[in-house]
């Protein structure tokens, strides 16, 4: 069968087992090639936020900020974000489709998140409160990281994961999901309002990228 006709297939169906998608050429190369690339990106980080927290940043006289009390609700932001994620992993074991749409997303997001907070250098909020991530030694290495701000990767992340759901009930859970989590950032200001608000506009972006990719 040519490759030609291999890829017709795998766009006529929506929901693709692994099975079938592993004998198509075309899959197993964006496959292999995001999770590449997200390597070369998580081999990166630490050395790019190392810089980005020794530089000077601009600070923000953000009023939402200044009116929320800062408390640290690291453990309420985690039981939020990392269920939805182990969640979205369960559904990708069946669904070969929305692994390339959350890959190629995600690996499109940390690219893009990587130019915005180098071309918006902004100054770490007041109060903020350091987020206890048990996960953060994989991109941040030992360091304490606080001017990864514009945009919010948490927000963008979580949202992008309830757009390649597929159950309506189960986006909705997850888009909820979001705004609790955005809300919780601000609590612990770990980031501006600004930061959390623009998060799913981008994703929504980076959702629709990786869509194209995994039906092209």
């Not at 291999?6 to 995001?34: C, E, M």
């Not at 690291?74 to 489709?97: E, G, H, Q």
């Not at 888009?175 to 980031?191: E, K, R, Y």
Request: proline share 4%; hydrophobic share 50%; net charge positive.
């Amino acid at each position: 069968m040519s490759l030609h006709m291999d890829s017709d297939q795998y766009n006529a169906s929506k929901q693709l087992t692994w099975r079938f998608a592993w004998h198509v050429p075309a899959f197993r190369i964006k496959l292999f090639l995001g999770i590449f690339i997200m390597a070369m990106i998580t081999f990166y980080l630490q050395d790019f936020f190392s810089f980005v927290q020794s530089r000077k940043g601009i600070p923000v006289n953000d009023i939402v900020l200044n009116a929320l009390p800062a408390h640290d609700v690291s453990c309420l932001i985690f039981l939020v974000l990392y269920p939805a994620s182990m969640f979205l992993f369960w559904r990708i074991k069946d669904n070969s489709t929305m692994c390339i749409t959350f890959l190629w997303g995600y690996v499109i997001l940390c690219i893009v998140r990587m130019c915005t907070i180098t071309m918006v250098p902004l100054d770490a909020p007041n109060n903020l409160i350091h987020l206890s991530d048990p996960f953060s030694i994989i991109f941040y290495g030992t360091n304490q990281i606080t001017k990864d701000l514009f945009f919010s990767g948490h927000t963008a992340s979580l949202f992008l994961i309830g757009l390649c759901l597929e159950n309506k009930r189960e986006k909705t859970i997850v888009f909820v999901s979001t705004v609790i989590l955005a809300v919780l950032l601000l609590i612990q200001h770990v980031h501006y309002t600004a930061d959390v608000i623009a998060a799913p506009f981008f994703s929504y972006i980076f959702w629709y990228l990786g869509k194209t990719i995994a039906r092209f």
